[in-house]
């Protein structure tokens, strides 16, 4: 897999690389958005972190061309964005951008959250939404409806939604889960999973009953007939 690195400070981007191809990646960085350019012009990578601090054509701004590309709209984006700027990342997914990292992240968390990102994307590739019955999750718009409502969801609870209905019956056990959503090196407990999944059951309303509760595993997305 080819993990490109948009990022204009030379140290970081040098670990992200460094770290990237020592856990099996292909890797390779770029200081602004006119070098990544001229390289996607030859080949295309699996998978994007951009920073959204960059010289010249800022992170934003290279993720719109991007999906806006019939070429690229499909390649996977994880944008860096600085600690405290919540606009960034709402912004960020509403462009099409498929997770965020908060400077500073550690290594590891930029690894766990490129496998997810992956793996995501590979077991939902040429799908546009998922559903079941009248719940809806729309992939590209970032948004979920039930009978043609909308229903707010922050972006774990999405996320985990949306990991659900991309494996139905399968179960997953809270480790799983936690790793995926949150990363490995997120300092919390498994403990969020259960509050999370709690929170969207309540918000999924009569469709909160399809994610059950697997005794001494975790849960699983039940599969409707």
Known sequence: MKIWCVEDDAS?????VYTLRSTDFEAQGFP????????????KPD???LDIMLPGEDG???LKFLKHNTETARIPVIMATAKGMEYDK????DLGADDYLVKPFGMMEMVSRVRAVLRRCNSTEVQHLLKTGGLVVHLEEHTVTIDNERVQLTLKEFELLRLFLSHPGIAFT????FNDIW????????RTVDMHIRTLRGKLKSYGKIIETVRGVGYRLEVQA
Request: no cysteine; aromatic share 6%; hydrophobic share 45%.
């Open 174 to 177: 809270r480790d799983q889960l």
């Open 47 to 49: 998978l994007i972190i």
């Open 60 to 62: 934003v701004e290279l």
């Open 12 to 16: 970081i981007r040098d670990i992200e």
């Open 32 to 43: 602004d958005a006119a070098a990544f350019k001229e390289a996607l012009n030859k080949e």
């Open 90 to 93: 709402i912004q960020s997914l």
């Open 183 to 190: 990363g490995a090196d997120y300092v919390s407990e498994t």
